[in-house]
């Protein structure tokens, strides 16, 4: 079975700052794909980011960065230079072997930011 | 608008009623999902679609819930005898496989809120 973990229930960070956002993961499947999604209150969830478990290198979007450590199955997201805007929940989740489509959500992060 | 689309957006209802929600997958997308959220949790996967095929069902999806995707496009979702337990928000999803780069990005549509009163 697949598990995806965030134990982070709040974030608050200070306007520009850098935040970094927690997620481990938990597989047997040897290929899976990891997601994160941000979620503002009205509720749709907004892809961000890709990392496959073959990648070599980490993904990067924009100022949003996935921070890929397979051994320690961890796949944090780092949001750089944080914006009002960003306040919103972000999900970290997994999608397992290719014949396995569903995704897999955390609990979720309440990410807010202080102006 | 290209992205996917819910309708209606927000369903107050009355236990023991039944309520269909429609969804609008991005037009060249082959697959469609539907996913739960409840509030304070993520989504939970419910069922999807390879065109006009379900392929999946979660143990979530109660004999009360049907889905459909008749013409491999849009799809509805339909709750009978709805309980208060059916409130939260409904999920769609779509996503085109296989993809380009193999990323098989998965993108929602900004869901349907149910109360059940």
């Known amino acids: 079975a697949q598990k995806i973990t965030q134990t982070q229930p709040g974030m608050f960070v200070q306007e520009k700052e850098a935040v970094t956002l927690d997620c481990t993961y938990d597989?047997?499947?040897?290929?899976?794909?990891l997601f994160w999604y941000k979620q503002p209150s009205s509720g749709e969830m907004i892809f961000l980011i890709y990392?496959?478990?073959?990648?070599?290198q980490n993904a990067t979007e924009g100022r949003y960065s996935l921070n890929f450590q397979k051994a320690r199955k961890s796949a944090n997201l780092v949001i750089s230079a944080s914006q009002l805007g960003d306040s919103a929940m972000y999900f970290c989740a997994m999608r397992g072997s290719m014949g396995a489509q569903k995704l897999v959500f955390g609990q979720g992060t309440r990410l807010t930011i202080n102006p | 608008d290209t992205g996917v689309s819910q309708n209606p957006r927000h369903k107050i209802t009355k236990r023991g009623q039944n309520v269909t929600f429609r969804c609008d997958p991005i037009s060249e997308h082959n697959r469609l999902y539907w996913y739960r959220q409840t509030l304070g949790q993520g989504p939970e996967f419910l069922t999807y679609?390879?065109?006009?095929?379900?392929?999946?069902k979660s143990r979530l999806l109660s004999d009360r819930f049907s889905a459909e995707r008749p013409k491999g496009s849009f799809s509805t979702l339909e709750i009978q005898r709805t309980e208060q337990g059916d409130s939260a928000m409904y999920l769609c999803a779509s996503s085109q496989y296989p993809s380009a780069g193999g990323g098989h990005t998965i993108y929602f549509g900004e869901g349907s809120w149910l109360t059940v009163v």
């Open positions: 679609f390879q065109n006009e095929a379900q392929l999946e």
């Open positions: 597989t047997s499947d040897p290929s899976y794909g």
């Open positions: 990392q496959g478990s073959y990648d070599q």
